[in-house]
């Protein structure tokens, strides 16, 4: 009878633990966040958009002022929970890489931003899609995947992507639905 109602306590316990638990994140991630926080970490979100989008024969990242599109995004149209991932996501690759390669992410070579990244890349997917896209559904989009989402987003909607990177017809004169490409030719940005 002894062993039965430790059993009891024990799983009760747990169950307490893990609800508690439940709780109190639950509060923590539905609690309002201070914007001005996105703003304190611009200059990281403008090269960690840079190292996705490097500068190269087309303008880079930096040059489209996709740092701002972020931030304007992640302040005015995404949901205080993913806020929340996007502002621990930053604080812990600060820490990742102070404990890594014992210096800023600013201070690293070419290479070591781009195993920075691949880090959060890998850590972020699962190896099967539906478990990826469950995350998403129940938890919100990870940090990385939602970074890349935004630099990807903010690059090719401004003025320098658009006309730089993507071929731009100011005027479109006719629809043309299924027209190929031409030798060497850029992706259209307004077809």
């Given at each position: 009878m002894n062993r039965r109602s430790s059993i009891k306590s024990a799983i009760l316990l747990g169950i307490l633990g893990v609800s508690t638990l439940s709780i109190y994140k639950y509060r923590v991630l539905n609690i309002e966040v201070d914007l001005k926080r996105f703003y304190d970490y611009q200059k990281l979100i403008a090269e960690l958009a840079e190292c996705i989008i490097p500068k190269s024969d087309s303008p880079g990242a930096k040059e489209a002022n996709v740092d701002q599109y972020i931030i304007n995004v992640l302040i005015n149209c995404t949901p205080i929970k993913e806020q929340h991932k996007f502002l621990d996501g930053l604080e812990y690759l600060e820490t990742y890489t102070r404990d890594m390669y014992d210096k800023s992410f600013f201070k690293c070579t070419e290479k070591e931003k781009l195993d920075v990244l691949q880090y959060f890349e890998d850590r972020d997917n699962y190896n099967f899609s539906i478990l990826n896209k469950i995350n998403a559904k129940f938890l919100g989009q990870s940090f990385f995947n939602k970074l890349k989402r935004l630099t990807i987003e903010g690059y090719f909607s401004s003025n320098?992507?658009?006309?730089?990177?993507?071929?731009?017809?100011?005027?479109?004169?006719?629809?043309i639905a299924c027209k190929p490409l031409g030798l060497n030719q850029k992706s259209w940005a307004t077809r």
């Open positions: 320098l992507g658009a006309t730089k990177c993507l071929s731009y017809d100011y005027v479109p004169v006719n629809y």
